[in-house]
């Protein structure tokens, strides 16, 4: 018995390798990298108000995470603002629009509204991306990964960097 | 156990850095921390006592089996007989029960093959464990939308796809026992959306080279050693694209199994008793908006089953003959589901039709052909349920089945569920439920002692009613309570007819038997944002046969576990621990089988980001336990492993 729990300890010990960075969390990885998305992408310069909206549709967790997150942030000298989409809610007002998970139904219904408009979609589904949204982040092999629909971006009028398109997994 | 770590996880840790700060490289780079700290499941609104047990649950504690995730399952245990594995449901494990009551889907499809209706869930299960996101079990009948053997629980196994599994992948491990297992996947997603998967399986072991059992150590008979007679291969492929809406897949898997048990009643010792079964399938579905108002899934499928025994029997003059058994069939199979929200009320409707186009049984040796007969069988099923909000908080859930079936008429299955939700975070269900299982071709053909007495079956059926209990309690933890009651009735089970001179021994099947099983069971689960996660359960069942009132044979009263596992972040590793204990039981001559309880400890490590490391330590504590005997083996409990390792790495390109 003592004998096993040794040898796993050694074993464990002996070949892993202290990682970079400590494990982190998923949702707070997801806020960050929804604020970072928005530096590699160009708008149309008549979509941008003084204001950079970001409208939210996802659980309160998240939608919590995310407004902290963009606390008293700054994307191109413009102040980020976070807005929690309501049921009732049927346009966004935004220039970028999070759409989580379990927010399938409504998903439609807002990808419907946004499209071929300059709003920079992003939701976590495959589902998602085939119905005409942009960026889909998703947890793969304890990571996060990256899809970017391009087709659907310039359709919106969108320009996303090379930058970008080199993270994503696959790009059209 | 745990002490042993407790060095290494006391490692001054260095803070975690606010991702905000990282560039958008470090961000798609950054190792996340486990989605066991969420909760695998919410408060569910589904008319049924749920279970989700998740890919990472699965890597976490280092499972290598669809029995071995199903035994950590509230309620739940599993049986191995040395030839297959069978499941345990809240006290019921008939002896002889090839899992026929208990209904396993793979992403929908039905698995229960129409010739034993057996849950392959050991090594003959067609979908490696590692390509499993998650599996769904649910407690109690669910025949009111999914026909026959959905009779103690549905288990419903999703696989991976192409987005959840992506790139080349190499799964390999080694272990006690000369252990080998390789699995090969490509998973790809293309820019439209569309996603494949493929992967092919090899399983290899030698199994347990030495078994001792008593039953056959006598003078004349031998020394009750087995030797090299437990070997155990598969080979298994599987492949999966979504196209759009609709998604195509398929399966195939081959098994062979020595058996070292001298089961119905062979020659212990020959070497050459063996199992072979053969699946495939070809399943297509299209899930999406049918016209302006209703949603709903369409759904084709194919099936085929191929089994093979060989069974070495003592003719005395005619010295040793192999006696052997086959069978086959092909199934085609059409389900339409269509749902619609019409005001407070989700509208449910369904039909399905299942026709066994050849449906055949055979077994001969060398002097004569015992059996042989097709008997193809046609399935006909139609739905409906409701659930309609009474008021906030308050859900009523209606369903009711009708199926006919060719050989024996229709069978009527309804349930019905209160499901109150006084918070957000807690739901109290209220549950009825009524299934059945239609006696399979094995039954109704196999044994010649049926056609000669002109016996028939009709369905099993079973009668229950559940109290379910579930509740958030805080951030982190999350109880299930659920008190139920069962009443099985007619079941089918195995007689023999005393006689001179009848086929097959006069062994037969009838509808003579109820079972009534009365319980409750507890869990207790946490997720922390450090990655750490617990549970706990217990479960309680007293269940005894209708008629003599004693307890069912095979039947635990008392089942447990614990489960944590824990990132040790310094090494970059997790250590999973687990422990399970299952009551005493009783074999069918009426003795006892000790209860006993089981620990499983796995490490994982991620050498890089693209390799991982994984130390699996099965019976860690070396128990030596027993399973029960069936009424085909002279022995009373069948022993089981000691403590056993295997070593693994997953490569992912």
Not at chain 2, 316 to 337: K, W
Request: hydrophobic letters at 40%; a neutral charge.
């Amino acid at each position: 018995m003592r004998t096993v729990c040794l040898l796993m300890a050694v074993l464990v010990g002996v070949i892993s390798r202290v990682h970079l960075y400590a494990q982190l969390d998923e949702g707070l990885v997801k806020a960050a990298a929804l604020l970072k998305v928005a530096l590699f992408v160009d708008w149309p310069a008549t979509s941008m108000n003084d204001r950079f909206v970001i409208a939210v549709a996802a659980d309160e967790e998240f939608s919590q995470t995310l407004i902290a997150a963009a606390r008293g942030r700054k994307l191109n000298n413009r102040e980020v603002m976070v807005r929690r989409l309501v049921d009732s809610d049927e346009t966004c007002g935004c220039q970028m629009l999070f759409v989580g998970v379990r927010e399938d139904v409504r998903s439609t219904m807002l990808l419907r509204w946004a499209r071929r408009k300059p709003v920079l979609t992003v939701g976590e589904t495959t589902a998602f991306l085939r119905e005409g949204g942009i960026v889909r982040l998703f947890r793969a092999d304890d990571r996060l990964r990256l899809q970017i629909n391009n087709k659907s971006a310039e359709d919106a009028g969108l320009k996303i960097s090379s930058r970008l398109l080199q993270l994503a997994d696959q790009t059209p | 156990m745990i002490a042993a770590f407790v060095p290494c996880s006391a490692h001054a840790q260095p803070s975690p850095p606010d991702p905000t700060t990282l560039d958008i490289e470090q961000l798609f780079d950054v190792e996340l921390t486990s989605t066991a700290s969420k909760f695998s499941q919410e408060v569910t609104h589904a008319p049924a006592s749920v279970t989700v047990v998740t890919a990472e649950q699965i890597r976490q504690h280092g499972y290598r089996t669809l029995a071995d995730i199903l035994g950590g399952v509230r309620g739940f245990y599993t049986t191995y007989d040395r030839n297959y594995t069978y499941v345990g449901v809240r006290g019921f494990a008939r002896p002889g029960d090839y899992n026929t009551r208990v209904l396993l889907l793979v992403d929908g499809h039905r698995l229960n093959e129409p010739i034993y209706d057996m849950a392959p869930i050991g090594t003959d299960f067609p979908i490696d464990v590692a390509l499993i996101e998650r599996v769904e079990v649910i407690r109690g009948p669910g025949s009111s939308l999914y026909g026959t053997s959905a009779f103690f629980a549905v288990v419903n196994v999703l696989t991976k796809t192409g987005s959840s599994a992506p790139g080349p992948r190499v799964d390999a491990s080694v272990g006690s026992q000369a252990t080998r297992r390789a699995t090969v996947s490509v998973g790809r997603v293309f820019a439209n959306g569309n996603e494949v998967l493929v992967a092919g399986s090899g399983y290899d072991s030698a199994g347990n080279s030495r078994l001792y059992f008593p039953e056959f150590d006598a003078p004349g008979i031998g020394d009750g050693i087995a030797i090299n007679a437990d070997g155990d291969r598969s080979a298994s492929m599987q492949a999966q694209a979504v196209v759009g809406r609709v998604r195509f897949s398929g399966a195939l898997i081959d098994r062979a199994k020595r058996i070292p048990t001298a089961s119905f009643l062979t020659v212990f010792g020959d070497g050459r008793e063996r199992t072979e079964d053969t699946r495939a399938y070809a399943d297509v579905a299209y899930a999406g908006p049918f016209g302006q108002k209703w949603t709903g899934v369409a759904r084709g499928g194919i099936d085929y089953y191929g089994y093979s025994g060989a069974y070495p029997f003592d003719y005395g003059a005619d010295g040793i003959v192999i006696s052997n058994d086959s069978s086959h069939s092909v199934q085609l199979s059409g389900e339409l589901t269509l749902n619609r929200r019409v005001d407070r009320h989700v509208v449910t409707l369904g039909t399905e039709v299942r026709r066994a186009m050849h449906n055949h049984q055979r077994a001969w040796d060398v002097f004569a052909t015992q059996l042989d007969t097709e008997n193809p069988s046609t399935v006909l099923g139609v739905y409906a349920q409701d659930e309609i909000t009474l008021r906030p908080g308050l859900l009523f859930n209606a369903g009711l089945r009708l199926d006919h079936h060719d050989a024996f008429g229709s069978s009527l299955t309804p349930r019905a569920g209160l499901v109150l939700l006084p918070r957000r975070q807690s739901a109290i269900k209220l549950l009825y439920g009524r299934a059945f299982r239609a006696p399979n071709s094995y039954e109704l053909y196999y044994y010649g002692t049926m056609q000669e007495y002109g016996f028939t079956l009709a369905p099993e059926t079973i009668e229950t009613t559940e109290v379910v209990w579930e509740e958030y309690v805080g951030a982190h933890l999350r109880a299930a309570v659920s008190v139920f009651s069962y009443e099985a009735d007619h079941l089918i089970s195995q007689r023999m007819l005393v006689a001179p001179g009848l086929l097959g021994g006069g062994i037969y099947f009838a509808n003579d038997s109820s079972s009534t099983a009365r319980g409750a069971d507890a869990e207790i689960e946490g997720g922390w944002s450090n990655g750490l996660s617990a549970a706990a359960g217990y479960s309680y069942v007293r269940a005894r046969d209708g008629a003599t009132h004693a307890v069912l044979s095979n039947s635990p009263r008392h089942l447990a576990h614990v489960r944590v596992s824990s990132p040790i972040k310094p090494l970059a590793s997790r250590l999973g621990l687990e422990l399970r204990g299952v009551g005493e039981r009783r074999s069918l001559d009426g003795g006892l089988v000790p209860g006993f309880v089981v620990g499983n400890a796995t490490a994982t490590t991620s050498l890089s980001k693209k390799l991982d490391l994984e130390l699996g330590v099965y019976n860690v504590l070396d128990t030596g336990y027993a399973d029960p005997g069936a009424e085909e083996h002279a022995q009373r409990a069948i022993r089981q492993d000691g403590r056993t390792a295997r070593v693994r790495i997953i490569a992912r390109f």
